[in-house]
């Protein structure tokens, strides 16, 4: 199979590469590949893909709060060119969203068929990509997941590891509760997915759920550092965007199909394991 990953410099573009290195794999990158502009299009079309894996986005939470326009303009705009573009070539799309199209109310685990109803700009404006992905393209598999995080990029994991080793102690959020999910484990997932005819919506995040304090207790725990981690509100965490309370992912349409990702605990057991093969230097910088 021929597949267009799109932010495949991303920390799940470079799983997906992984998990798909035995397909024919088309990767665009920022600033070739730019959401913003309308030759995204071209670049689609020129791939010539059987499917689209569509990961780039705008995931700065509280940027998006400042700049909502430009979040729109990449997360829904630029995703419309892509599913335009897809349903041109005859491809399947896979587009990437996030448990923020949730307003964190339910109190339970959503599921595929709850309604959406972001509380943020960037919620708002991956809701809105969603939307654009199932119009514009019919061959459409919008997958919602959650605090995903990998050995790259910028994330909750990697941070907590690097605070861990400069503060005497750490503060983090209690109130907030959601399902981490490995990029590494979510690409495994997706690579499954493009084997079946699925259409319309799907969660896929990591089984089990906890609080940000409780994962970072647990990073902090499985690195052996003995830095105390403080639980405080999102109130005074003073963050920019509001964030909802509670996104647990129910994986209801997946599992059905004999699909579910390892239990967060598991997941980020391994990871760590694969953290500690890197020079504690390298890692700190992440």
């Known amino acids: 199979m021929r597949i267009l990953i799109t932010g495949a410099d991303g920390q799940l573009g470079r799983e997906l590469q992984r998990a798909l290195a035995g397909h024919t794999l088309v990767l665009a990158v920022w600033p070739e590949f730019d959401l913003l502009k309308s030759?995204?299009?071209?670049?689609?079309l020129a791939a010539r893909p059987d499917a689209v894996l569509h990961a780039a986005a705008y995931t700065d939470v509280d940027g998006a709060?400042?700049?909502?326009?430009?979040?729109?303009?990449v997360n829904a705009e630029g995703t419309g060119r892509v599913a335009r573009a897809t349903a041109k070539v005859g491809a399947r799309l896979v587009y990437l969203s996030t448990d923020y199209v949730f307003d964190g109310k339910k109190g339970s685990p959503y599921f595929e068929t709850d309604q959406p109803n972001p509380i943020n700009a960037y919620g708002r404006s991956k809701l809105e990509g969603e939307k654009r992905a199932l119009a514009h393209c019919p061959n459409t598999l919008v997958v919602r997941t959650s605090?995903?995080?990998?050995?790259?990029?910028?994330?909750?994991?990697?941070?907590i590891l690097r605070l861990a080793?400069?503060?005497?102690?750490?503060?983090?959020?209690?109130?907030?509760?959601?399902?981490?999910?490995h990029a590494g484990d979510l690409a495994e997932?997706?690579?499954r997915v493009l084997g079946l005819n699925l259409r319309g919506v799907a969660h896929a995040a990591g089984t089990g759920d906890c609080t940000w304090h409780e994962l970072a207790?647990?990073?902090?725990?499985?690195?052996?550092?003995?830095?105390?981690?403080y639980p405080i509100t999102t109130a005074e965490g003073g963050r920019q965007a509001p964030r909802p309370l509670y996104t647990v992912l129910g994986n209801r349409v997946l599992a059905e199909l004999g699909i579910t990702l390892p239990h967060w605990k598991e997941a980020l057991t391994?990871?760590?394991?694969?953290?500690?093969?890197?020079?504690?230097?390298?890692?700190?910088?992440?």
């Open 165 to 181: 080793g400069e503060r005497p102690a750490l503060r983090v959020v209690a109130d907030q509760r959601g399902c981490p999910t």
């Open 270 to 286: 391994r990871f760590m394991r694969e953290v500690r093969t890197v020079a504690p230097t390298e890692a700190q910088r992440r």
């Open 147 to 159: 605090w995903l995080y990998g050995a790259q990029g910028k994330n909750f994991v990697n941070t």
């Open 65 to 73: 709060e400042g700049e909502p326009d430009k979040a729109m303009a």
């Open 217 to 229: 207790c647990a990073i902090v725990s499985l690195m052996g550092a003995s830095v105390p981690v």
């Open 189 to 191: 997932a997706l690579s």
């Open 39 to 44: 030759d995204v299009e071209k670049h689609v």
